[in-house]
């Protein structure tokens, strides 16, 4: 759907600005309503102060006219045409203070309304499922935000600091020009900018389309140029360095194209703007002028009635530009809106308590589970994790092991049968207090761009430092981290880039132990580790999960040998389920995956 299509769908315009209105105007803060309120009065004052400018003037010259007319003494010079003057520029600082005054007291409920909205969508999507994220760009909700947030700051910059103020003030100057002068005034002022605003929106629609383009071919020429000079290599390995320079030509070569239409439908604009107001100009000034020469007008007269038009052109003359950022904004912000239209698929139950853990005992029962309806995940799978004990799964690519951690962490609800934790259905506790006694190693770890000791620490916010230092210890990267020239306050990079793959695990699971939740969840814990950190780690995670209960879904057999029971799944089902030498005895599917990695482990050597 094009933005045009969005912005015409008038019951999304209307609900869009709607929900915008009940952040501008929140309930139960006063505070922010009475600055809304004042902040009408002094927009109010300000316009109408600024109407008496353009009176104050005529004032001037009339006693001016008037003094030089009648010859009078110089005295009179500094007495009536200069006090005029004086209050002219007295009245236009006035009218320049409420206006700020205006904007002062309006800056704050601006900036609250923004804050507000950014936060509630933030803490939406964090609500929202792992179906939703899994589905979206990280990085396009991001910019979805961003360009929401600047919408609301847009649409409020035009609207209401100028759009509302310049229509305020049309109406009062028609009303000066209706009363106290002929009707043909207002008529010619209001027709004047009645043609200019149509003419101004009409050619703003059609100049859109060659902005839209000149916009979309500099973003062609932009990715282009971007995606040459980070493939460097790339280029200089096949000698396309001529053919990259010819793709970026044909892209700039568009984006020039696009430019000048935009540039000679803006001076069209322009022109036409030219145009009208000079007509409506010299009507009045020709009408006012008949009136002077008839003596039932005053020079001051024709100076007010040109004035008038001429301050009202000048706010105006960014209504091309306004109008398209409004309509812009209107469509980033129904993007962000629509964010928090989405409904939480994972929900507590209105009456859901706490998760009261007191052995740590964990039972699938008879659990159903697909992500889609055409594609069974988990079938009929049923298994206890006896308090303190260790349960390993195993199995082939998409067997089913790394569901069984989605759904006991309850980023997905089971479709048939139920879990338990300590005979506690986990649907019917809160999700908070279900995640905060589970302890989750991934095997894809991702940390934050922050430093080494932040990511530990994000495992227990308030943790000691003390605490951070001997969970890094148990971890076995604390020797490590020590060695770095900035210690614990390294930074990691994006998503733990500077750090190696056995790095990032090993802050993964120090933030898990610093956690010290009661249950255990280990997924591929140790995958990147070489061999004798392993061990090492390994050794470190039996010590600490010793009197909890640990699921671990493993690739590598050799890490769980000493498990309680293994379970190997294949096609969402438990084929089979002991111990390892049991397993190892039953020569099925687990003996063929032990003799194929131990294989796999001598042609390494």
């Given at each position: 759907?094009?933005?045009?299509?969005i912005?015409?769908?008038?019951?999304?315009?209307?609900?869009?600005?709607?929900?915008?209105?009940?952040?501008?105007?929140?309930?139960?803060?006063?505070?922010?309503?009475?600055?809304?309120?004042?902040?009408?009065?002094?927009?109010?004052?300000?316009?109408?102060?600024?109407?008496?400018?353009?009176?104050?003037?005529?004032?001037?010259?009339?006693?001016?006219?008037?003094?030089?007319?009648?010859?009078?003494?110089?005295?009179?010079?500094?007495?009536?045409?200069?006090?005029?003057?004086?209050?002219?520029?007295?009245?236009?600082?006035?009218?320049?203070?409420?206006?700020e005054?205006?904007?002062?007291?309006?800056?704050?409920?601006?900036?609250?309304?923004?804050?507000?909205?950014?936060?509630?969508?933030?803490?939406h999507?964090?609500?929202?499922?792992?179906?939703?994220?899994?589905?979206?760009?990280?990085?396009?909700?991001?910019?979805?935000?961003?360009?929401?947030?600047?919408?609301?700051e847009?649409?409020?910059?035009?609207?209401?600091?100028?759009?509302?103020?310049?229509?305020?003030?049309?109406?009062?100057?028609?009303?000066?020009?209706?009363?106290?002068?002929?009707?043909?005034?207002?008529?010619?002022?209001?027709?004047?900018l009645l043609?200019?605003?149509?003419?101004?929106?009409?050619?703003?629609?059609?100049?859109?389309?060659?902005v839209?383009?000149m916009?979309?071919?500099?973003?062609?020429?932009?990715?282009?140029?971007?995606?040459?000079?980070?493939?460097?290599?790339?280029?200089?390995?096949?000698?396309?360095?001529d053919?990259?320079?010819?793709?970026y030509?044909?892209?700039?070569?568009?984006?020039?194209?696009?430019?000048v239409?935009?540039?000679?439908?803006?001076?069209?604009?322009?022109?036409?703007?030219?145009?009208?107001?000079?007509?409506?100009l010299?009507?009045?000034?020709?009408?006012?002028?008949?009136?002077?020469?008839?003596?039932?007008?005053?020079?001051?007269?024709?100076?007010?009635?040109?004035?008038?038009?001429?301050?009202?052109?000048?706010?105006l003359?960014?209504?091309?530009?306004?109008?398209?950022?409004?309509?812009?904004?209107?469509?980033?912000?129904?993007?962000?809106?629509?964010?928090?239209?989405?409904?939480?698929?994972?929900?507590?139950?209105?009456?859901?308590?706490r998760?009261n853990?007191?052995?740590g005992?964990?039972?699938?029962?008879?659990?159903?589970?697909?992500?889609?309806?055409?594609?069974?995940?988990?079938?009929?799978?049923?298994?206890?994790i006896?308090?303190g004990?260790?349960?390993?799964?195993?199995?082939?690519?998409?067997?089913?092991?790394?569901?069984?951690?989605?759904?006991?962490?309850?980023?997905?609800?089971?479709?048939?049968?139920?879990?338990?934790?300590?005979?506690?259905?986990?649907?019917?506790?809160?999700?908070?207090?279900?995640?905060a006694?589970?302890?989750?190693?991934?095997q894809?770890?991702?940390?934050?761009?922050?430093?080494?000791?932040?990511?530990?620490?994000?495992?227990?916010p308030h943790?000691?430092?003390?605490?951070?230092?001997?969970?890094?210890?148990?971890a076995?990267?604390?020797?490590?981290?020590?060695?770095?020239?900035?210690?614990?306050?390294?930074?990691?990079?994006?998503?733990?880039?500077?750090?190696?793959?056995?790095?990032?695990?090993?802050?993964?699971?120090?933030?898990?132990?610093?956690?010290?939740?009661?249950?255990f969840?280990?997924?591929?814990?140790?995958s990147?580790?070489?061999?004798?950190?392993?061990?090492?780690?390994?050794k470190?995670?039996?010590?600490?999960?010793?009197?909890?209960?640990?699921?671990?879904?493993a690739?590598?057999?050799?890490?769980?040998?000493?498990?309680?029971?293994?379970?190997?799944?294949?096609?969402?089902?438990?084929?089979?389920?002991?111990?390892?030498?049991?397993?190892l005895?039953?020569?099925?599917?687990?003996?063929q995956?032990?003799?194929?990695?131990?294989?796999?482990?001598?042609?390494?050597c």
């Open positions: 759907m094009r933005p045009t299509e912005f015409l769908d008038k019951p999304v315009t209307l609900r869009t600005v709607g929900t915008l209105i009940h952040y501008l105007w929140p309930p139960k803060k006063q505070g922010m309503r009475w600055r809304v309120i004042v902040a009408i009065l002094f927009m109010i004052a300000a316009k109408l102060t600024n109407i008496c400018v353009p009176l104050l003037y005529k004032k001037a010259v009339d006693a001016l006219d008037f003094t030089i007319a009648s010859r009078g003494k110089p005295t009179d010079l500094l007495v009536l045409p200069l006090a005029f003057i004086f209050c002219y520029g007295a009245v236009r600082v006035g009218a320049q203070i409420f206006g005054l205006k904007d002062a007291l309006f800056a704050r409920v601006e900036q609250r309304a923004i804050r507000t909205v950014a936060l509630h969508t933030f803490r999507l964090h609500r929202l499922g792992l179906r939703f994220h899994l589905d979206r760009k990280t990085g396009a909700l991001g910019r979805i935000i961003e360009r929401g947030t600047n919408g609301i847009t649409l409020l910059r035009f609207m209401i600091f100028n759009i509302f103020p310049t229509l305020l003030e049309i109406v009062f100057v028609a009303a000066v020009l209706w009363f106290m002068y002929d009707h043909d005034f207002a008529i010619i002022t209001l027709a004047t043609a200019y605003v149509v003419f101004t929106l009409v050619m703003t629609e059609w100049r859109t389309h060659f839209r383009q916009n979309a071919n500099n973003n062609e020429a932009s990715t282009k140029s971007l995606d040459s000079l980070l493939n460097y290599e790339t280029v200089k390995y096949f000698g396309n360095e053919h990259e320079a010819r793709r030509d044909q892209a700039l070569e568009k984006y020039e194209t696009a430019a239409k935009t540039k000679i439908s803006l001076s069209y604009l322009n022109i036409g703007q030219g145009i009208i107001i000079s007509l409506g010299v009507s009045v000034m020709v009408i006012a002028a008949l009136g002077v020469m008839n003596k039932t007008l005053t020079l001051g007269d024709f100076v007010l009635v040109n004035t008038y038009l001429v301050q009202l052109y000048l706010p003359n960014i209504l091309g530009f306004a109008y398209r950022e409004i309509k812009m904004s209107l469509v980033n912000m129904e993007q962000m809106f629509s964010l928090l239209q989405e409904t939480e698929e994972i929900q507590d139950h209105p009456k859901a308590s998760l853990v007191t052995k005992e964990i039972v699938f029962d008879h659990v159903m589970f697909a992500y889609n309806p055409d594609r069974q995940i988990l079938d009929d799978v049923s298994f206890t006896p308090a004990q260790m349960v390993a799964v195993v199995g082939a690519s998409g067997a089913g092991k790394s569901t069984l951690s989605r759904l006991l962490f309850r980023f997905y609800d089971v479709r048939e049968g139920r879990i338990t934790i300590d005979g506690q259905d986990i649907r019917a506790v809160t999700q908070q207090s279900l995640r006694a589970i302890g989750m190693v991934p894809d770890t991702v940390l934050f761009n922050d430093t080494v000791y932040y990511n530990i620490a994000y495992g227990h943790a000691t430092e003390e605490d951070v230092i001997e969970a890094a210890r148990l076995r990267i604390h020797d490590f981290v020590s060695s770095l020239p900035e210690g614990y306050q390294t930074i990691v990079g994006e998503r733990g880039l500077k750090l190696s793959g056995g790095e990032k695990q090993r802050v993964a699971i120090a933030r898990t132990l610093l956690k010290k939740p009661k249950i969840i280990f997924d591929e814990a140790t990147a580790l070489d061999t004798n950190t392993e061990k090492a780690i390994q470190s995670l039996q010590e600490i999960s010793e009197n909890c209960t640990t699921l671990m879904i690739h590598r057999l050799s890490t769980i040998i000493e498990a309680n029971e293994i379970l190997v799944l294949d096609q969402g089902k438990i084929k089979e389920r002991g111990t390892h030498q049991h397993l005895n039953l020569e099925g599917l687990y003996a995956m032990w003799h194929q990695q131990l294989k796999e482990r001598e042609s390494d």
